[in-house]
């Protein structure tokens, strides 16, 4: 009954270092994405894979990459971490085509 | 460029109050609007409507939308404090395969 699983749920890094973001789902949805949420700006969508062995940039995609490692893996990556990228990171999965996205419970980056 | 706004951004009522949640979009070619409610992590999902003037209802929550005007509202009546969330509307456009997300509505239900 998992749905969504991001990890870490906190990180704290210093400009300038790498870290990558996981996310692993179990409801064998093909499309998986990642977004940010800043204070007064809803969700923004950084990368989305539509299906396994496919990854599309969003809105934000700068400073980051993406892996998707399998139908159920969907990882984030900053090489290099700017104070910009202080966010909190949603992780979702959908079926393709079909609406109504399940979210994973976050992430909250700080980059100091 | 697809784009969906919310309004108002905050609001703050009463206990027992009803409310009017307002979410606008442009978008080349649209296949649903959904709206959905998040409180302190992940959100979750409410309704997804995709066609005009057909109300979907749960509980006291309640939506519409109008495929002419470009909008959709989210009614909540007899508010309780558990209310409390930020609203979230979003749009998914036909074959696009993602959601365009609004800037969120806050809602505080004071006692």
């Known amino acids: 009954n998992a749905g969504v699983t991001q990890t870490p749920k906190f990180q704290v890094l210093k400009t300038g270092q790498s870290m990558t973001l996981q996310c692993a789902q179990d409801?064998?949805?093909?499309?998986m994405y990642w977004y940010r949420q800043d204070p007064g700006m809803g969700l923004r969508l950084i990368y989305y894979s539509a299906s396994e062995g496919t990854t599309d940039k969003g809105e934000v995609p700068n400073g980051y990459n993406v892996s998707r490692l399998n139908k159920r893996e969907f990882s984030l990556r900053l090489e290099s971490a700017a104070p910009s990228q202080t966010s909190v990171y949603f992780c979702?999965?959908?079926?393709?085509?079909?609406?109504?996205?399940?979210f994973g419970s976050g992430t909250r980056l700080t980059v100091v | 460029e697809d784009k969906v706004v919310q309004s108002p951004l905050s609001l703050v009522v009463h206990e027992g109050d009803t409310v009017t949640l307002n979410c606008s979009y442009e978008v080349t070619n649209f296949r649903s609007l959904l709206w959905y409610k998040q409180e302190k992590k992940a959100p979750t999902f409410l309704f997804m409507l995709t066609s005009s003037g057909i109300e979907k209802k749960s509980g006291r929550l309640s939506s519409i939308l109008d495929k002419k005007e470009l909008f959709s509202i989210l009614n909540i009546t007899a508010t309780q404090t558990g209310d409390s969330a930020v609203y979230l509307c979003a749009v998914e456009p036909q074959g696009a395969q993602k959601l365009v997300f609004g800037q969120g509505t806050r809602l505080t239900i004071n006692p």
């Open positions: 979702a999965s959908s079926e393709s085509g079909i609406s109504g996205y399940t």
């Open positions: 409801m064998n949805h093909n499309s």
